[in-house]
T-cell receptor
Framework: DARVTQTPRHKVTEMGQEVTMRCQPI?????VFWYRQTMMQGLELLAY????????DSGMPKDRFSAEMPDATLATLKIQPSEPRDSAVYFC?????????????FGPGTRLTVT | GENVEQHPSTLSVQEGDSAVIKCTYSDSASNYFPWYKQELGKRPQLIID?????GEKKDQRIAVTLNKTAKHFSLHITETQPEDSAVYFCAASMEYGNKLVFGAGTILRVKS
């Protein structure tokens, strides 16, 4: 049963530190999404990639967030410097474009706490 | 851009009763509408989806209806069970593989 994996699952860090979250999409999937979930804002799309190319990162604070796909098996989301308001659960999801019913498969999430 | 509104924000039903969650979307170009279920501390998981060329879709106890003219779609859960308790999210997308815009979520509590 193929699944999206994310590391770390939990991260506690101090304000100002760099945070890197990693995602391994399901093998063969060509679309990767980064979401942030908070109680106040719900599920927000931060960025997404198709065939490793960034398509939309308008939901991401550009001054401190960056998202990359160094290769087809790895997507990263970095926050530098981190702030307490970045505390949230960050989900990665992957999918496959095409004529068949399209579904985004979510990873287990990274719970980030910035103190 | 697309905007999705979801109601109600919380819903409590007695076990065995039906539950209905409604969503409206703003962009008539949206053509794909999935519903996700998220249990506490878990990842969102797709439970059912519908495309704009279909008015209704059913899978056992869950069904989704779509009204393109009114730009709204609904999730129907019949014979609810305690394990149906979760947060349910609707979403809309304009093309295959494109980004999903999510509703704010509905907390469903099924009381036994």
């Amino acid at each position: 049963d193929a699944r999206v994996t994310q590391t770390p699952r939990h991260k506690v860090t101090e304000m100002g530190q760099e945070v890197t979250m990693r995602c391994q999409p399901i093998l063969g999937h060509n679309t990767v999404f980064w979401y942030r979930q908070t109680m106040m804002q719900g599920l927000e799309l931060l960025a997404y990639f198709r065939n490793r190319a960034p398509l939309d990162d308008s939901g991401m604070p550009k001054d401190r967030f960056s998202a990359e796909m160094p290769d087809a098996t790895l997507a990263t989301l970095k926050i530098q410097p981190s702030e307490p308001r970045d505390s949230a659960v960050y989900f990665c999801a992957s999918g496959l474009t095409g004529p068949k019913p399209y579904e985004q498969y979510f990873g287990p999430g990274t719970r980030l706490t910035v103190t | 851009g697309e905007n999705v509104e979801q109601h109600p924000s919380t819903l409590s039903v007695q076990e065995g009763d039906s539950a209905v969650i409604k969503c409206t979307y703003s962009d008539s170009a949206s053509n794909y509408f999935p519903w996700y279920k998220q249990e506490l501390g878990k990842r969102p998981q797709l439970i059912i989806d519908i495309r704009s060329n279909v008015g209704e879709k059913k899978d056992q106890r869950i069904a989704v209806t779509l009204n393109k003219t009114a730009k709204h779609f609904s999730l129907h859960i019949t014979e609810t069970q305690p394990e149906d308790s979760a947060v349910y999210f609707c979403a809309a997308s304009m093309e295959y593989g494109n980004k999903l815009v999510f509703g704010a979520g509905t907390i469903l509590r099924v009381k036994s």
